[in-house]
């Protein structure tokens, strides 16, 4: 007994000699780096991050959700290769999973969004910048310039300001536009933190990015006053025609979440569509978006590619994601989780982490590629379907 104990013992020096049972070597999972986020931010970081919309129903619903759909396997087929290299919004990349656009990751790192694009780069997956980011869009072109970058855009009343973004991207090399549509005018005043209390964001944070824009025509207001100002509702489906007219750069709109608005957009010529409900920080109390995406992929038709958010956390979430036919995902919360960690290591690993489950889980289904993923029929269903038939 006590020579087993001096052994573990031992061992457990020479592990830690080795750094095997460091804090980093625990962090094997999304979940992992979500506590160690929890422990590293102060509390309205975490806060500002981790905030949904009044009563947290959508942003809690994202993923429980993924627990209702279920696997149907088909083993004994050769599994030795997988290759799910695929293409989004226009660009290849290795693995279906990219960044969704979140705002402000300085607050995360010092080196803020540079540190993201970094790890995308090093990885070669696509970030969606967001409008709010601390970083400019020239600065991030400067410094990564050869991460595949989107440009997120939120249209308002205020065109000259919308079409300075658009050039800005353009000059500095972004392959696109995902323009938000699911936040007509301002909400930050009611989000919640995870316990009820309301959460009030701090408003002397700053995006220099989106004031390099707001300042052309407002040189004297916060881009804060000047945005929630011209975010007053009054966009409506013409405001997509006329940022296809100015641009010749793909645009996708993310904010879909029901057939109706994904055939609209579709008529609307839009380039890309993402399911997403701004991951329960809106409008709350809507479905999930992996209950929602079937709907959608069926209006649509493949008429445009249909891209996924909300509530990804694990590879088997990106794989039931793409088997209901998303062409790719995008990650937020565990992106920021990552770069709060470990900064660009952070990202690199998480993404690391969903691709690699993504693969095992495409293994153990039995399928090799995207295509046998999405084709298989009924690999992937939703329980209440599989018991109605029981
Ligand atoms: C802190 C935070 C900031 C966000 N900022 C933006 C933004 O600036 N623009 C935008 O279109 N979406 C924004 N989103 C929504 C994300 O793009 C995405 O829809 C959502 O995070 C996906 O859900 P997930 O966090 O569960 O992956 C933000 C989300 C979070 C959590």
Not at 130 to 135: C, E, G, V
Not at 202 to 207: L, N
Not at 283 to 287: G, N, V
């Given at each position: 007994m006590c020579v087993l104990f001096l052994h573990a013992y031992n061992f457990s020096l020479l592990a830690k000699s080795l750094n095997l049972l460091s804090m980093d070597n625990l962090l094997l999972s999304v979940s992992d780096y979500e506590g160690e986020a929890r422990k590293k931010l102060s509390q309205h970081d975490w806060g500002y991050f981790a905030a949904g919309a009044v009563g947290g129903e959508t942003i809690k619903e994202n993923c429980e959700a993924f627990k209702r759909w279920r696997f149907r396997p088909r083993n004994l087929k050769n599994v030795s290769r997988v290759n799910c290299a695929t293409e989004v919004i226009g660009s290849k990349v290795p693995f279906p999973i990219c960044i969704a656009p979140t705002a402000f990751h300085r607050l995360c790192a010092p080196e803020g969004e540079f540190c993201t694009a970094r790890a995308a780069e090093s990885i070669g997956v696509g970030m969606a910048v967001?409008?709010?980011?601390?970083?400019t869009m020239e600065e991030i072109a400067t410094e990564v310039p050869n991460c595949i970058k989107w440009c997120q855009l939120q249209l308002t009343k205020n065109r000259i300001v919308t079409e300075h973004f658009v050039r800005r991207a353009e000059q500095n090399g972004f392959k696109g536009f995902i323009v938000t549509i699911d936040e007509p005018v301002f909400r930050n005043r009611d989000h919640r933190y995870e316990d009820g209390r309301p959460f009030n964001f701090?408003?002397?944070?700053?995006?220099r990015n989106i004031e390099q824009s707001t300042k052309i025509v407002e040189p004297d207001q916060s881009a804060f006053a000047a945005f929630q100002s011209w975010?007053?509702?009054?966009?409506?489906w013409d405001s997509i025609d006329w940022l296809k007219e100015i641009t010749d750069l793909p645009v996708v709109v993310k904010g879909i979440l029901t057939a109706e608005m994904a055939i609209k957009a579709v008529e609307h010529k839009v380039d890309g569509i993402i399911v997403s409900n701004h991951g329960g920080r809106i409008?709350?109390?809507?479905?999930a978006t992996i209950d929602v995406l079937p709907e959608v992929v069926k209006a649509v038709n493949g008429r445009v590619d249909v891209y996924f958010d909300g509530g990804i956390r694990k590879g088997t979430d990106v794989a039931k994601a793409i088997a209901l036919r998303a062409k790719a995902v995008f990650v937020g919360r565990p992106i920021i989780w990552g770069l709060a960690c470990r900064g660009e290591e952070g990202v690199r690993n998480v993404l690391e982490i969903l691709k690699n489950e993504f693969i095992f889980t495409m293994q153990f289904l039995g399928v090799s590629t995207i295509e046998e993923l999405q084709t298989t029929p009924d690999i992937v269903v939703h329980e209440t379907r599989y018991f109605s038939k029981l």
């Open positions: 967001s409008l709010w980011s601390n970083k701090d408003t002397s944070i700053r995006s975010m007053n509702g009054s966009v409506e409008l709350d109390s809507t479905f």
